[in-house]
């Protein structure tokens, strides 16, 4: 049960990681107005757009997807670790 638990909440964990990732990148080779930039938009700007408040960016540079995968692992390791406490 643990084990199934953990390998769910590493796969959620690590597959919104990838679509923030891809979406900087996507957003740097074509551009913000392509169709597959527009979908994950609608994926990652929930969590963006909160953290683009908090940390403005750095001259023209956003660092706001690097905040959000530090968060994301930060929390990520912390629910890992509290899942294996409780259920040993």
Same mark, same amino acid.
């Given at each position: 049960?643990?084990?199934?638990? =953990? /390998? #769910?909440?590493?796969?959620? $964990?690590?597959? /919104?990681?990838?679509?923030?990732? %891809?979406?900087? $990148?996507?957003?740097?080779?074509?551009?913000? $107005? !392509?169709?597959?930039?527009? @979908?994950?938009?609608?994926?990652?700007?929930? @969590?963006? %757009?909160?953290?683009?408040?908090?940390?403005?960016? @750095?001259? #023209?540079?956003? #660092?706001?997807? %690097?905040?959000?995968?530090?968060?994301? /692992? #930060?929390?990520? =390791?912390?629910?890992?670790?509290? @899942?294996?406490?409780?259920? !040993?």
């Amino acid at each position: 049960m643990k084990g199934v638990l =953990v /390998y #769910i909440i590493n796969l959620l $964990f690590s597959l /919104y990681s990838l679509v923030v990732v %891809a979406r900087v $990148f996507l957003e740097m080779l074509v551009g913000p $107005f !392509h169709p597959s930039v527009q @979908i994950l938009r609608r994926f990652t700007e929930p @969590i963006l %757009a909160p953290t683009r408040r908090l940390v403005p960016p @750095i001259g #023209i540079v956003d #660092i706001s997807p %690097a905040v959000v995968l530090l968060l994301l /692992y #930060i929390v990520r =390791v912390l629910l890992v670790s509290v @899942i294996s406490s409780v259920l !040993h």
